[in-house]
């Protein structure tokens, strides 16, 4: 069956960096957009970034573009977001999901349990 699973949370200074990681299982990501989502307490549900089925298009929340990057390696079926000068306000619980097609855009169907992101000094 479908399964995504992150890892790399944890606690970070400001400033610092994290890579966190989503393993995909029961499909192959070169047919699906994945994105990754983060929710800090008492906020809604925002998008932070997205890639295409193809892994050559990708999208940013305004709030983390020029500092995370999100990419992929196909022999691991593996989705990562690489986070560098963190903040305290990316302080969240990170979640990776499949979206319902090849390119961004459509919800998704398939979620992670996430990952917390804290940081903080």
């Known amino acids: 069956q479908v399964q995504l699973v992150e890892s790399g949370g944890g606690l970070v200074q400001p400033g610092g960096s994290l890579r966190l990681s989503c393993a995909a299982s029961?499909?192959?990501?070169?047919?699906?957009?994945i994105a990754w989502f983060r929710q800090a307490p008492g906020k809604e549900r925002e998008g932070v970034s997205c890639?295409?089925?193809?892994?050559?298009?990708?999208s940013y929340a305004d709030s983390v573009e020029g500092r995370f990057t999100i990419s992929r390696d196909n022999a691991k079926n593996t989705v990562y977001l690489q986070m560098n000068s963190l903040k305290p306000e990316d302080t969240a619980v990170y979640s990776c999901?499949?979206?319902?097609?090849?390119?961004?855009?459509?919800?998704?169907?398939?979620w992670g349990q996430g990952t917390q992101v804290t940081v903080s000094s």
């Open positions: 999901a499949r979206v319902r097609g090849r390119f961004c855009g459509p919800d998704p169907d398939y």
């Open positions: 029961g499909f192959s990501l070169d047919s699906y957009a």
């Open positions: 890639l295409s089925y193809s892994g050559r298009s990708t």
